[in-house]
């Protein structure tokens, strides 16, 4: 029953936004804030509950035979994933609340948000192949109105855009999910699992792993698949832009990749091999392209190819260390890059643009936004205590652990790099001399609130790595991946002839 309500409490707000919100905008905020917090809630609820449940809750949402069902598992992935989702999710909603008075239409956001937000929670609890794609269409078409927004041409095309590159790699995964029916006879993770592990692998299966890469890989911006995102995020209202870069592209397509590809396939050789590639390549080309932005926004948008690099080196790299790595950076680069889109949305709220070489002198009017950008500066760029230095230090030393010292040597140089580019952004908005543009309006409570806590999350979250805490919460995580297809195992016993015992 638990699991039930990360699906229908936000899809239950989206419905009463709808019903009740066209004439009284500001209670689709409330509906919004008041499910966020119950989902997020509930997602800490979960999380400690899974050890006394042996690591694994099932919950069959109508009592039917699988696959007539939809079987909802949670395990300390997805319980982890839970967490992260509904956080960035309750502090953008917050943010939202006055940022989005600029706009018209709130309800609409606001219905649309929650959807974004069942899919995701979907997503991460969904235990077949099919309905995962369903909840990630879910998501990826509430992000496709998200990012048209605003209705300005600019949007419009990046929207269009994201909705064609969507279109065909969403296709790709079906066909791939299909060839897998078409093979296995089931849908289920883990009998597909299952039935692969006594059958073998067939020359068949490097087509399915093909397909996702490219679906998966698009869904989380890695190059080449990253041409999308630099439109796509800028885009969006700044809440959605934290969203998406913050989360949505670590659900529908880190999480799904580790999920699919670890604990059902077992972790082939082969794709590891190329996701090392694509994450190397994500690292350079997306740090370096970051370098001559001068749009705040598309900046950021960038960076997060080059990040999420980081992230899908450590997992491809295989072991526990790597894991770790791979975990983490995917945990504080949600908070690190939430910040700092809801940083420049500050930015772009008070003075009325994104352009760099039109902002400068900013620290003093805007003390808050200038702080937290700086806190965002040093996290994302590695610099201790912040969040960054931890999750970036294992990833190098994972690296050379592993025998891969040359990709080592590129994610500290890269490092670097982010460094750089952030600091032009510190001079040219913040500290250097004062540009053309002016602070027009005052950034309200609500979005200082949220950038605030995000701040101190960068700070507190290293805290993570506390020997007693990392043994207790999060080694059971880098379990759960490296132990491959030891989820199939733990979801087998409830498999009896295709129904939930």
């Known amino acids: 029953m638990i699991l039930s309500q990360f699906i229908f409490v936000p899809l239950l707000a989206a419905f009463l936004i709808v019903l009740f919100a066209r004439r009284k905008e500001n209670i689709a905020a409330v509906f919004t804030l008041a499910a966020t917090a119950w989902i997020l809630i509930v997602a800490f609820v979960a999380f400690f509950k899974l050890p006394a449940n042996g690591g694994m809750i099932l919950n069959n949402t109508s009592g039917w035979k ?24 309750f502090l953008s909603a917050f943010y939202a609340i006055q940022y989005i008075n600029h706009f018209n239409g709130k309800w609409n956001f606001f219905a649309l948000f929650m959807l974004m937000v069942t899919g995701m929670n979907g997503v991460i609890l969904s235990g077949d192949f099919f309905n995962l794609y369903v909840f990630m269409e ?31 790699t969403s296709t790709m995964i079906l066909f791939g999910i299909g060839i897998l029916y078409s093979y296995t006879s089931t849908l289920t993770m883990a009998d597909v699992g299952l ?55 670590k659900t529908l397509g880190v999480y799904a990749i580790v999920r699919i590809f670890f604990n059902v396939f077992g972790a082939p050789t082969v794709v590891l091999q190329i996701l090392m590639l694509l994450g190397v390549l994500s690292i350079v080309i997306g740090g370096f392209l970051s370098v001559v932005q ?38 504080y680069h949600a908070i690190f890059k939430s910040l700092l889109f809801l940083d420049s949305g500050s930015v772009e709220y008070a003075t009325g643009t994104r352009d760099l070489r039109q902002l400068g002198g900013l620290s003093k ?23 960054g230095f931890f999750s970036k230090l294992i990833i190098i030393i994972a690296c050379i652990a592993a025998g891969q010292v040359i990709i080592g040597i590129i994610a500290a140089l890269v490092s670097i790099v982010t460094l750089a580019y952030f600091l032009k952004v510190q001079k040219h908005a913040f500290y250097g001399k004062k540009g053309s543009a002016k602070v027009l309006e005052k950034v309200p ?14 700070l507190i979250s290293s805290a993570v790595m506390i020997p007693s805490i990392r043994k207790n919460y999060l080694n059971p995580i880098v379990d759960t991946v490296m132990g491959k297809t030891s989820y199939i195992d733990k979801v087998e016993p409830y498999l009896d002839n295709g129904s939930v015992k």
């Open 66 to 89: 699988i696959p007539f069902t939809i079987a909802l598992i949670l395990d300390n992935l997805s319980a982890f994933m839970l967490i992260v989702v509904n956080l960035v999710a």
């Open 138 to 168: 879910i998501s990826l078409y509430s992000a496709y109105a998200l990012v048209a927004f605003g209705t300005e041409s600019e949007e419009l095309e990046a929207a269009f855009k994201y909705a064609t590159m969507g279109a065909i």
């Open 195 to 249: 039935h692969l592990r006594s059958v073998g692998t067939p020359k068949l299966i490097f087509l399915v792993y093909g397909l996702f890469i490219a679906g998966f890989g698009l869904k989380t911006a890695l190059v080449p698949f990253h041409a999308w995102l630099p439109d796509a995020h800028p885009s969006a209202p700044a809440p959605i832009s934290a969203m998406l870069s913050g989360v949505l592209i």
């Open 294 to 331: 001068w749009d705040f926004k598309r900046l950021l948008g960038f960076s997060s190819i080059s990040q999420i690099g980081y992230v899908i080196i450590g997992f491809a790299l295989g072991t526990p260390l790597g894991i770790l790595g791979g975990v983490l950076h995917l945990f």
């Open 365 to 387: 009017e805007m003390k808050v936004t200038s702080s937290t950008t700086m806190i965002g500066t040093l996290s994302i760029s590695g610099i201790p205590p912040f969040n």
């Open 445 to 458: 409570f609500a979005m200082k609130t949220a950038m605030i806590i995000l701040a101190a999350l960068c």
